[in-house]
């Protein structure tokens, strides 16, 4: 039986995300998620990139791979694809995810690998002083929207359900207890996973968009989400305008290292008939 602190590389706390910043409290649900689950931390590996949720994977106990910027779906893919009997888990933020790595988070999802996703929105670059990210709302400020951003976010549940993901979930820091069941129902997820958990950065959303310290930040983001199962019993006017917050999609496919291994196998197959005389080419094998 594992304590809490067994998940956490003690020597390298305490951390050095700011004060009131929700990164620790995601953090917080992956391990109690994991826990609740009984799953070997041996069989583990963590993945991230870079950024201030990147960095998460440094305090924790697990084998982890602190990767490049926008990269690490890249090389969790090689993980699963050299392993694929390890829970493979990517802790990644908005701008990692959504901006440099936009590209490898919709061909993960296209391809269904069985990863779990863990993005940790909380809508800028905090590591890097405060710039917009693909998911600042329209309007809101950052250091390189000084007049507001003009552009249009992306909903990154919507994008990995549309690219082929097979769970999309999504939660809040202030939601922690929803939060840590949608991260159980993904890690169980036999395929590509996603749970965006929308966060709070206090020291540059908070402060540039002048909405406060970290329970006022908490609070708006409370008042902008709803539960998926409360709104669809609401009026859509009501509706109109809030983030769905639960269990917003899942469905069955096949997953790809066990298609990719199914196929290998038939290909070993064939070549062991050509050895043993029974095939005469690759064009009539089946
Ligand atoms: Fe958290 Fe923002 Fe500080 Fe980064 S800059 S540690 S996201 S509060």
Redesign the pocket.
Known sequence: MLEFLDYFRTERLPHI??P????GTVTGALVRAIDKLGLDKNNIVLVSGIG??SRAVGYLDFDTLHTTHGRALAFATGVKHGRPSLKVIVLTGDGDCAAIGGNHFIHAARRNIDITTIIMN?S?Y??TSGQYSPTTPQGMFGTTAPYGNIEHPFDLCELAKAAGATYVARATSYHVTLLEELIEKALMNKGFSVVEALT??????GRKNKIGGPVELLNWIKDRTINVKAAAAMDPEKVKGKILIGELYRTERSEYTADYNEMAAKVQRTFADYEGGTRECASNSD
């Open positions: 995300w700011c009131g910043c929700g990164h201030c949720s909380n800028i905090g590591m709070q950065c206090p020291t540059y959303f």
